[in-house]
């Protein structure tokens, strides 16, 4: 059986002009009976043409997306566009509001739960928002992302290998268009589930980004995030004028050896910095043991020549975190 969404819109998608106002969904809690979760939504509508869905902290603690969309939906109105702009700044309003990655309320991962389920958890019910009524709208959909609290990255935008390789085509000019520093040809860790995985299924044009992280954004990452909008909607011809371009680096990811992965615990110390180009056998970290003096600490190295893009943030970490991440020049 087929369940409707519980949330609905307070503001109208179809007719022309600028609309602020949320996504109601009614969540029964002991602070409030009859309570419900408001999560904030930007419609721009200027007649007949593309339709962009611009996400961020679908993950609660990663903060350029956030800033940068709430930018965008204070100024939209004030730009010539055509078409229609939906400007989502915190599609998981539970977690950003408990800077957390996951939910607060059912401790789900947004981006794991999709299709999502209308019937299911308060993440499920987003996630089924977003699979039945927000995604079918859009021809292009930017996500933005970063390392949150656990990791960090250098800025890159990036799309996926599809097999559907038209779309991969159209994905890679977009991406190439946001002009992130780097642009990568992303390999996911785990795909199931994922926001990213349900729109690319739907055909539609998909990027996303890694701005830094550590649980902060950066005046250089913010920045990144706010030109690289203008240039998805400039390249879908929402907003007129030309891209805003400097030089990237265009990188793969081609198998696991891209990811460094922990074996041991302990006190981790890097002995290389994001950005650095790295070699074969190049040891770019070390995890100390810290509960006896006296041991050497754990080396861990590259398994391909390439460039140190992303790397575990805090200082300790446990058995299977993923170290480091290395991706390919192309």
Not at 97 to 120: E, K, Y
Not at 224 to 250: C, F, M, Q, S, Y
Request: hydrophobic letters at 40%; charged letters at 20%.
């Amino acid at each position: 059986m087929t369940h409707a969404s519980p949330i609905s819109a307070t503001i109208d998608f179809d007719h022309d002009g600028v609309r602020h106002g949320f996504l109601k969904l009614p969540h029964s809690h002991d602070g409030s009976a009859w309570g419900s979760i408001m999560i904030p939504i930007t419609v721009a509508r200027n007649g007949d043409g593309p339709t962009a869905l611009l996400t961020g902290a679908n993950h609660g603690d990663e903060y350029e997306g956030p800033l940068a969309l709430f930018d965008l939906a204070r100024s939209i109105g004030d730009q010539d566009f055509t078409g229609r702009v939906i400007i989502v700044p915190l599609m998981n309003t539970p977690a950003f509001h408990a800077a957390r990655r996951t939910s607060p309320i059912d401790g789900r991962n947004l981006n794991r739960v999709f299709p999502g389920d209308a019937a299911g958890t308060v993440t499920e019910k987003i996630a089924d928002y977003f699979q039945r009524v927000l995604l079918p709208m859009a021809d292009y959909v930017l996500d933005f992302h970063s390392g949150g609290k656990t990791l960090d990255f250098v800025p890159f935008c990036a799309s996926h290998v599809l097999d559907d390789k038209a779309n991969q085509d159209r994905c890679a000019a977009a991406m190439k268009a946001f002009n992130a520093p780097y642009s990568v040809t992303l390999l996911e860790v785990d795909n199931v589930g994922m926001y990213d995985t349900a729109a690319e299924e739907m055909g539609k044009v998909f990027i996303s980004t890694e701005l830094g992280g550590g649980g902060t954004a950066r005046a250089e990452t913010v920045a990144v995030a706010r030109k690289g909008v203008r240039n998805l909607l400039k390249h879908a011809g929402i907003l007129d004028g030309p891209l805003e371009e400097a030089a990237t680096i265009h990188l793969d990811m081609p198998d696991g050896r891209c990811f460094v992965e922990a074996t041991s615990v302990g006190l981790l110390e890097f002995c290389v910095e994001l950005g650095d180009a790295v070699t074969a056998g190049q040891c770019v970290a070390r995890i100390h043991d810290v509960h006896r003096t006296g041991g050497e600490p754990t080396e861990y190295h590259s398994q391909l020549d390439g460039i140190f893009i992303g790397r575990h943030f805090p200082g300790l970490i446990a058995m299977g975190d993923i170290v480091a991440v290395i991706a390919v020049p192309t």
